[in-house]
């Protein structure tokens, strides 16, 4: 799975820590999600998506749905 949670915090201006803050996990969780090494719950997919004003489709994507749209 990959991830745009990176991207889309660092447009808000927000560090690891206040992200985590908001959307109630810890700045572990939040470093292991962005480095890929996490997959997120539906509630904190669901909550990053609120606070990101985007789709869930928009943050994360499979990777074989990826390969899918490069051919």
Same mark, same amino acid.
Not at 29 to 57: H, N, V, W
């Given at each position: 799975?990959? $991830? =745009?949670?990176?991207? !889309?915090?660092? =447009?808000?201006?927000?560090?690891?820590?206040? *992200? &985590?803050?908001?959307?109630?996990?810890?700045? %572990?969780? /939040? /470093?292991?999600?962005? =480095?890929?090494? !996490? =997959?997120?719950? /539906? +509630?904190? &997919?669901? %909550?990053?998506?609120? *606070?990101?004003?985007?789709? /869930?489709?928009?943050?994360?994507?499979?990777?074989? $749905?990826?390969? +899918?749209?490069? $051919?």
């Amino acid at each position: 799975m990959q $991830n =745009k949670v990176k991207e !889309y915090r660092t =447009k808000l201006e927000l560090t690891q820590e206040q *992200l &985590a803050e908001k959307v109630q996990v810890s700045s %572990r969780t /939040i /470093i292991s999600l962005e =480095k890929g090494k !996490y =997959k997120p719950s /539906i +509630m904190l &997919a669901y %909550r990053l998506s609120l *606070l990101f004003d985007c789709q /869930i489709e928009s943050l994360f994507q499979l990777k074989e $749905n990826l390969e +899918m749209e490069e $051919n």
